[in-house]
């Protein structure tokens, strides 16, 4: 088995300690970071979330999974952040309200601090109210990004945008959004500015965004 896939087959085991190790000796081999990432890590938690949608394991294995992940992405970081630029301006990045995924959005505010962001994280499940307050209480803040992983709480991601849209300073910012469930059609007719599958691309968007104020 390559270290890659040993890797994935810790992160699906939810092995934390382990994932973190193994993440470390993939490194020290040589392995490209973002494949690590990618090949490893994102691909175990899609076997993850099918077995899950077929029964075949329980919400407390996913969230193993989950925390497994997480470790192995503290090792990654560094060396996925490299060669920060200037700061190219804040945005506001969060879980709309009633969902408690924050993987993918760690991994977003990641990228787009590596492209000089600056990153305000609000956390998951964040009310809409606490989105309007961060924009509110930070003048310089150039982008709102909102995530979204659960059919159920796409009604969330579009309530947000539609309160952010109705504020006063509309105008000084933009509203980038993405999940598994969201697409540029969905984001399209919510009034969102902009959409991304992934978080390379997200990076991407923010500065392309960032540009256009
Ligand atoms: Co949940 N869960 N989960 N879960 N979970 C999914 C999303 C699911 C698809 C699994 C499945 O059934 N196959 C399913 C949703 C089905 C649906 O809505 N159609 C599901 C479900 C049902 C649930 C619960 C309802 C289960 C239950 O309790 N019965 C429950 C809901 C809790 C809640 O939120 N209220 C639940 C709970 C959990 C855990 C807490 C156990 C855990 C989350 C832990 C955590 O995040 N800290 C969990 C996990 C781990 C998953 C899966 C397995 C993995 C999610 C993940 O981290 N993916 C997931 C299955 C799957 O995704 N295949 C699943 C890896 C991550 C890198 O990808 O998050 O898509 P992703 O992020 C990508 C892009 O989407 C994009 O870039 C990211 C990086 O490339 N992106 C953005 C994300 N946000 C963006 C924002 C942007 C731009 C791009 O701009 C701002």
Redesign the pocket.
Known sequence: MSKIQEVADAVERGKAKLTAGLVREALNEGCDPTEILNKGM?GA??V???K??NNEIF?TE??A??RA??KGVEVLRPHLTAGRAASAGKII?GTVS????????N??GMMIESVGFEVIDLGIDVPIERFIRGVEEHPDVVLV???A?????LQSLRDTVAALNAQPFRSRIKI??????VTQAFADEIGADGY????AE?AELAKKLADML
């Open positions: 994102v938690m899609g993850i979330g099918e899950f949608k919400v996913m969230l999974a989950a992940m997480k990045l009633g969902d408690l995924h924050d993987i993918g959005k991994l977003v990004g909102c995530s992983l659960l059919t159920t709480t980038m959004v993405g999940g598994a469930p991304s599958a992934n978080a997200a």
